[in-house]
């Protein structure tokens, strides 16, 4: 299995929230309706380097609490279920219905009191040439969805 990790990021969040939205993705069903519309965020995203149009994907997604999936072109439709959950540490998914097993964990830990850090680790059973295709689209994809999962106003959710 290959291994991607992001950098350690700064979140201006405490732990205990952080952890309440990541753990339960319904909470994520108010940011994302709004995020749709957010003329901010699109800025933000394209300063990013990336396309804003991506921001109305976010519609197609599906939410439980346990559970996020959404449709991926020429695969269908790819999940991620919480498989385990480390009170205000860590929560670990598993890949459903993907071409490609795979584990993703987001770690957080208290910086202080209103402040955390965020660690998202992937590891995917990439056979050699998939690796060889995608593998540094991942180690820089990683690292774009933790600056994101960073960006969310989780004191407001």
Avoid: H
């Amino acid at each position: 299995m290959a291994k991607y990790e992001s950098s350690v990021k700064q979140v201006n969040a405490p732990v205990e929230r952080v952890y309440a939205v990541l753990s339960d993705m319904e909470r994520l069903r108010p940011m994302i309706e709004i995020a749709q519309n957010n003329n901010m965020l699109k800025e933000k995203v394209r300063e990013a380097g990336q396309d804003p149009a991506m921001l109305e994907k976010l519609k197609d997604m599906t939410l439980t609490s346990d559970r996020i999936s959404f449709p991926a072109p020429m695969v269908g439709e790819v999940a991620l279920a919480i498989v385990e959950r480390e009170q205000d540490r860590c929560v670990k998914f598993q890949t459903e219905k993907s071409p490609i097993e795979a584990n993703l964990w987001i770690q957080v830990l208290p910086v202080t009191s209103t402040t955390s850090k965020m660690r998202v680790t992937i590891k995917a059973d990439l056979n050699p040439m998939i690796k060889m295709m995608v593998g540094s689209k991942l180690e820089k994809g990683i690292d774009q969805f933790a600056d994101m999962l960073c960006m969310l106003p989780y004191n407001f959710i």
